[in-house]
């Protein structure tokens, strides 16, 4: 009796932990699908940065819910229209991707957002923050090329800032549409590893190149 | 058994699908209501996000005892227990406001601060070079905000009523006591640095921090740059000479190492701009620093800078007391300055900063009495004439050890406590015309020790608390300076803040040895301010009164020299003071406009009573802009100074009497002086430009209006001569070229 009763508990149990992992795979999937609609409002972004937080935290060594908490906190960040707000949320993103960065060393995702963090920071006060910011920007985008030379999304991050920066310093659209397109390109043959891992990224593309062609 | 696993399965279903309702509100201890706080079940996915009324709900399946977090940026983190029942629950929590360096009030009462980090700074780095009027020096750039004079025959800053000598340099918190380059007669010296070794600078106008001391109007708190961003090489060529540097940052980025010279030589602009003195050896330069940086494991630096300087200059001016002889003026200096700094962490909260510097300088100058042939006069017995040909040599070695050592409290409150040791030896001898030789060695050690309190009580009041005592060999008595200052912020983000302090000086040595025996000089300073920072615009008003007691005072002793002789001097400074600077209004213009009104009298030195000095005016104005023009790359820079006339005064001694007394007097032309340069740096905008070049053109006193910053008298009083700049306009054309020195072949040397 005993032993049947063990062995149903560990059944349970096994069920348990189970459908733990579906459940995480399905928390996942719904609030990754609420992201893109959420740039709309900056307050659902916050609340996904927020979901995917309690996710990581209650799952501890899951790099991936650390790394959205992360991406939607940093793009919180460039949304705020409150300047004196800006750097603190920077600094949010930074502890979260830090933590992802602890359980999935030298990956090209996690120097993506590493690289927005450092921009984001950059756009508070751009002409004085340039030396320290841009840089480190630039390198963390250098280090995502390197570390996966199929992922789209340094591409992005390099054409989107250069798009963005005076002709006169070097930007615009004509230096910006070959790293567009390349980014591009990456995007027709790249393959996330699983549903959960990032494949954001197309969409802005096409817009920004779209805005240069007119 | 069967039923008792059909119940624990019932059980286990039913519990699986009741939920359980949690709500609430999430404000601050104000009550006022936060939004975007993240409302979390410890160790589930459950909770939620605060809405803009600060309210949240969510469901739970969680059961029995369990942790409820609440986390907000800029906020402490709450955490709640709670038992989960089956029964909805409210749950309305307060958060305590964190105090942030982002959020919180700046202690800023009498400073201006030059940095690209902090929030309260008023000018960054870059603008102490792209100031037309400050002539890439680092102190002039400071003459364009309130609070200092516009002294044009002398260096050093004059601040508040106070003399030049009243405001003390340090670097990385050493003294630098020969910062400017040697005076000479009538002709304003630069600062010895480059502004481009500073990161950061703090200039205080007034009640600074117990951390410093022997200076009874100003600090000027220069801060040394860390590690380079990537090694580079530079390169400089100007109309007045040119130098070259390079930095190397090591591979691991945790250490770099430096070194440059410059060479100075104003032949070529003596060639083009009339002076309106002789120069028969124009002024030659040279000047060599190295520096070493080193990271340590624990965040904290090793810093080295080490400088030496060898200079001379000559020329004639006009004697004052005949109409066909000339004063031969010429100067040679050797100066050298080295300090080492170490800053740590040491566990627990505590910071140890502690550094030691060393500093020679030998001038060696003389004065020669010349005939219109320009050969010189030799008088053979004494007279008025015979005192002119003279020479002087100076040495003096100087050194510091410092300590300080540091404790962070809660939130930003940090207590500080250190301890200074200056030794100062300053040796001369004074040859007379005939071959006499008086000589004199002052030497003094002075040792201090300070304590000082940052209290954060809450996000919108702050106090820094600070004492300072200090004891000079050469007074041989100690002194106890409190110091104090409150700041408060309003809602609006503008802030209010006061400053007090007692501030002790020891007289200088030109005035030693005393003729009696002294005590410190005293300055007793109180400062209101109201300011108001936004990224883009800055206003700020202050009002100051200054008291001064046991000033020196001199007599004059059995070979005609002035020294100090009495404390019983005394003065007072008040004056109200306005910045405002706006990067906002007019688009790519940067613009700011200050304005001092300055009353002060004092009686000190030789003064018969007390008058208001010859270094001060009532009303002093300056106006920067800068408009950067992308398209071509060039950024366009102008100032304006103006200064109402300064008093002027000839003081005489009466022999019989022994007194002084004022024989004439009167007030200078206003001071007015326009300066315009242009930056164009054309490799802006290149990819990866393997050079960088800036260049620069500047015009001082463009429209080349007339200045007269005092006038000398001759002995007998009879005549005066106005003190002007040495020409009227001066024109600098310049390049300076930096290189990022390649990594390439690092990287093929290191596979090979």
Known sequence: MKK??????????????????????????SNIA???SSFRNPANLLGLANNFERIANAEKNQWLAYYYAAYCQVNYGFMEQDKTKTDGIADKATVLIAKADSLAPKNSEISCIKSMIASCHMMVNPMQRYMQYGQESTTNMEDAMEQDPTNPRPYLLKGQNLKYTPEQFGGGCKTATPELQTALNKFATFKAASDLHPVWGKQRVEQLMNECKQ | MKRILMLVLILGSLSAKSQVRVT???????????????ISLKNSYDGATTDSSGAYSFLTTEKGEQTIAITIIGYATAEEKIILKGTPLVLNIALKELITELKAVVISAGSFEASDKNKGAVLNPIDIVTTPSANGDVTSAFKTL???????????????????TESKIYMDGNLVNNFFYSSTPGIATRGRFNPFLFKGTVFSTGGYSALYGQALSSALILESKDLPEKTEADLAISVIGAGGGIQHLSKNKRSSWGVSYNYTNLWLAFTFIKFKQDFYQVPVYHQGDANFRIKTK????????????????????????????????AIENLNTYQNINWKERIGNGWKINTGISFSTNKDDISNELQDGNNQKQLITS???????????NNKAKYAQARFVLEKKLKGLSAIRFGSDYFYSDERSTYTLYDGTKFTQAIRDNLFAAFAEGDIYLTNNLAAKIGGRLEHSEIVNKWNAAPRLSVAYKFPDNSQASFAYGIFYQNPETKLLPAIASLNYSKATHYILQYQKISSLRTFRVEAFYKQYDDLYKTARNNIGRDLAAYNNGFGYARGLEFFWRDKKTIKNVDYWISYSYLDTKRDFLNYPTAIEPSFATNHTAAFVFKRFVLPWKTQFNLSYNFATGRPYYRIAYDTLQKKYFTSDAGKTINYNSMSFSVNYLPNIGKKNPRTFAVWVLGINNVLGQNQVFTYNYSNDGKRKEAVTSPSKRFLFIGCFLSFGIDRTQDAINNNL
Do not use: C, H, W
């Open chain 1, 4 to 29: 049947l009763f063990l062995v149903t508990l560990l059944t349970a149990t096994s069920i348990v932990s189970f459908s733990q992992s579906d459940k995480y795979i399905a928390a996942m999937k």
């Open chain 1, 34 to 36: 609420a992201i893109d």
């Open chain 2, 24 to 38: 609430g509100k999430i404000t601050d201890t104000k009550n006022k209501p936060l939004a975007g706080a993240s």
């Open chain 2, 146 to 164: 309130p609070g200092t004079q516009q002294v044009g025959e002398s260096e050093g800053l004059f601040v508040r009523g106070g003399t030049a």
């Open chain 2, 298 to 329: 624990n965040g904290g630096f090793i810093k080295y800078f080490g400088y030496i300087s060898a200079n001379k200059t000559g020329f004639r001016n006009g004697d004052i007391d005949s109409t066909v002889l000339k004063d031969a003026f």
């Open chain 2, 382 to 392: 004494s007279s008025l004439y015979a005192s002119k040909n003279f020479i002087l």
